[in-house]
């Protein structure tokens, strides 16, 4: 297993057998299960296809981590396997308030107000965490 440094992140690296390619799938500092490509949730049948998550932190607002990683309040791009479940967690910074993510799987697309959430990448997707300077404030879409 191989470990890079991504964007602040700890990556890593890991050979899976994939039909015809022997791809690889990264990982951000995820748990064993998490983060790894499940081909039953591949719709597409494009083993080893990689998909990116961008993370948009309003005002640098919050302090987000990805897959129990590190914290940061930057805005991220990270590659995924396609597939991949994600795990989420925000925390507003000091004098903020916990609002919302926008753009996770919530059912009906609008904010989802768990701190706490995740998101499989079936395609790019890009995601927002809001934490306002007012309890009830919002932020502008990403």
Known sequence: MR????????????????GNDGGTDATVDAPADTGTKDAATDSGGDAGAQVTLTLKNYLAWCDVSVNSGATSTSDQSLPFAKGAVVNLHSEPGNTFFWGYWVGT????????LNKTTTVTMSADKTIQACCPDTDGGSCPAP
């Open 3 to 18: 470990k890079l440094l991504l964007l602040g992140f700890l990556v890593a690296c890991s050979s899976t057998p994939s």
């Open 105 to 112: 799987d919530k059912a009906d697309g609008g904010e989802d």
